[in-house]
């Protein structure tokens, strides 16, 4: 009977509930300015306009520094408690040149920031069951900010927004849906027969083509990881490829690869967060999108990430870790694809196909949806500059039913498989919701601003660029997300780059801020790529079908080699290029 209450998992939760109720009634918050710097320029009617991906967007009311609540000085005031979210203002130099900027205030907790986030990844590890370690991770969070209705106060406001239900839309219906109705008609394994007949001579040639595919899908983040884990894995899983070995190249082809063909939606939206005043090299928008290009080189992590996966592809393992060589061995020994005891995310609906008596399934019903689905994802980006990935794959899904309809399948059938395919991924979608959550709450609570915050100036010029990327490493893999820890952290960076960069010794200052750039760039992405609560980790796991934590412990040795050996590169270029 007290076997429960000797269990770690939950005295770790009883003690973040302690240790949240007592910072939320004794630890003040520290409030800090958070300023955005942009480049304004007149439009063509005289207003003031900023660029943003490529259009013109009018200033609203603009005021001066000295009179916004939201400025440093202000927020010091003892009590003081902000009373917007945001204020653009101007200020003006000393020849009367006037810079604009967003000011937004933020506040963090000190140490005890990190607590949810804390909490939320040791339960994860400790209990290896994602939903109870989210949900304690939030409920901590929740205790911290004083929020005691869990319910109306925390899960209704971060869930009922646009961007939750975009996700809620596109994982549950729109992927869900399709990967039932490719399980239904057959679709999916008649794609890994053809392409074990015509190209797949093994698990090794399988893994490849899971490399070269996301190597195509160069989109990054969810979209390629969606697309090349759902479009692999029968093919993987014919081919005995563990899901542990596939949920790796699925994930660390993502990210990684976007940040070295960055032929996406990256630059537009990094660009807009690096702009720093006296700067020519980041004067305008095009300078920026160029700066982001000309850093590429020094994305050494991206590059060793994406360089390790098709090692591992052509199951050259020495660099792949212990937990991958083990999962490799026992998928090609004993055709086990995933760890014993393992609880993969993608449900037993989606793991076999029901093919209904007298349909002859077609590799075209796979082919054809795959190739609309990318036409008009990547159309849409070259037309309007963002991917419409919910067009993209609503359009899959009907060109897949319509043509299940048309090949003689039932309604009955079709709407049965659709309903698999629902079924299939519901436990991931809310481990998803509560994964966003989690990112929310330790937003909130200043994660991110705390770790950014610990940085001061007087350090070592050759040292910035690793400690932009510990700090980048921390905060992204503690809220889930590499854009938002672009959000808080290449504000702060690049001035305080560009100060360093004037330090006697330095004879390259655009070259050193290319090496802090990629840094950050590069470091975020190893956070988001390696922490369990992230929206590419949880989404490689469940179109692989493989195990969340299984997935997340064997990715960590082959990433923070790469991470180490990024930091040890980053290090000599600041010495001896820059």
């Known amino acids: ?123 994860c590890l400790l209990t290896k069951e994602p939903l109870t370690a989210l ?87 969810t979209m390629s990881t969606v697309l090349v884990g759902s479009t692999v894995k029968p093919l993987a899983d014919q081919n005995k490829v563990s899901h542990e070995e596939l949920a790796y190249i699925v994930d660390s082809t993502a990210s990684p690869i976007a940040s070295i063909l960055a032929f996406n939606a990256w630059p537009a939206y990094v660009q807009a967060l690096i702009f720093v005043p006296g700067v020519a090299f980041l004067a305008t928008e095009a300078d920026r999108i160029a700066f982001f290009f000309s850093s590429i080189p020094f994305s050494f992590y991206g590059i060793l990430a994406v360089t390790g996966t098709l090692l591992l592809s052509l199951d050259i393992d020495r660099f792949a870790g212990k937990g991958l060589r083990e999962a490799r061995k026992r998928a090609r020994e004993t055709g086990a694809l995933d760890a014993p005891g393992a609880s993969p995310l993608s449900a037993r609906e989606l793991q076999e196909s029901r093919v209904p008596a007298g349909y002859s399934p077609h590799v075209l019903e796979f082919l054809v949806p795959l190739i609309v689905l990318i036409s008009i994802a990547i159309g849409s980006f070259i037309v309007g500059g963002t991917p419409k990935v919910n067009w993209a794959f609503g359009a899959a899904l009907m060109v897949s039913a319509f043509s299940a309809l048309f090949r003689g399948m039932s309604l009955g059938n079709l709407i049965e498989g659709f309903g698999d395919g629902l079924k299939g991924v519901v436990v991931a979608s809310v481990i998803l919701m509560l994964a966003i959550t989690v990112g929310a709450i330790s937003k909130e609570v200043g994660a991110g601003q705390y770790m950014v915050d610990l940085l001061g100036q007087s350090i070592p010029f050759w040292a910035l660029p690793v400690i932009l990327q510990l700090l980048t490493m921390v905060t992204a893999f503690s809220t889930g997300t590499s854009w938002g820890t672009y959000a808080i952290t290449f504000p702060l960076a690049m001035p305080l780059a560009w100060v360093i960069a004037q330090q006697p010794g330095i004879e390259n200052p655009m070259l050193y801020m290319s090496i802090c750039f990629a840094a950050v760039l590069n470091g975020s992405v190893y956070g988001d790529q390696c922490s369990p609560i992230s929206d590419t980790t949880i989404l490689s796991s469940m179109t692989t079908g493989c195990d969340l934590m299984d997935h997340v412990k064997t990715q960590i040795a082959p990433a923070t080699l790469a991470a180490a050996s990024a930091g040890v590169l980053w290090t000599f270029s600041a010495l001896l290029l820059a």
């Open 135 to 221: 949900l304690g991770g939030i409920i901590v969070g929740a205790f911290l900010l004083g929020r005691f209705d869990i319910t109306d106060e925390v899960l209704i406001p971060n869930l009922a927004t646009d961007s939750a239900a975009g996700v809620l839309m596109l994982y549950l219906w729109l992927l869900g849906g399709l990967m039932g109705i490719w399980s239904r008609t057959g679709a999916a394994q008649a794609f890994a027969t053809f392409m074990t007949q015509q190209f797949v001579r093994g698990p090794r040639s399988a893994k490849l083509v899971a490399w070269l595919l996301g190597a195509l899908f160069f989109q990054g983040g």
């Open 1 to 123: 009977m007290l076997a429960p209450l000797l269990k770690p998992s939950l005295w770790l939760i009883v003690v973040g509930l302690i240790c949240a109720l007592y910072v939320h009634f004794n630890i003040d918050s520290h409030w800090l300015e958070q300023k955005t710097v942009y480049q304004v320029e007149q439009g063509a009617e005289g207003q003031l306009v900023y660029s943003h991906r490529g259009k013109q967007i009018e200033l609203p009311n603009v005021v001066p520094y000295e009179r916004s609540p939201l400025r440093q000085e202000a927020l010091d005031v003892p009590g003081a408690q902000p009373t917007l979210g945001q204020q653009w203002v101007v200020e003006f130099a000393d020849d009367a040149t006037p810079t604009y900027s967003t000011l937004s205030a933020t506040r963090h907790f000190g140490f005890w920031s990190l607590l949810p986030a804390l909490v939320a990844v040791s339960l």
